[in-house]
């Protein structure tokens, strides 16, 4: 996948740290789901950019 350009991640929340949080939040409950299978952190922030570029997470 393509990762998403700022300005498309700027559009869907009020501020870039918006953003940031949202993707950190959803990073961190994604590596506690999966915390027995071998995967990387980058793996887990480009697996929460894409939920929230899909609309599956919604940030506040």
């Not at 740290?17 to 027995?36: N, P, Q, T």
């Not at 071998?38 to 997470?57: F, N, P, Q, W």
């Amino acid at each position: 996948m393509i990762p998403p350009s700022t300005r498309d991640l700027i559009n869907i929340a009020d501020s870039k740290y918006a953003v940031v949080v949202a993707v950190a939040k959803r990073a961190r409950d994604l590596s506690e789901k999966k915390k027995d299978e071998d995967y990387r952190l980058s793996t887990m922030v480009t697996e929460a950019l894409e939920d929230i570029m899909g609309g599956k997470v919604k940030i506040d």
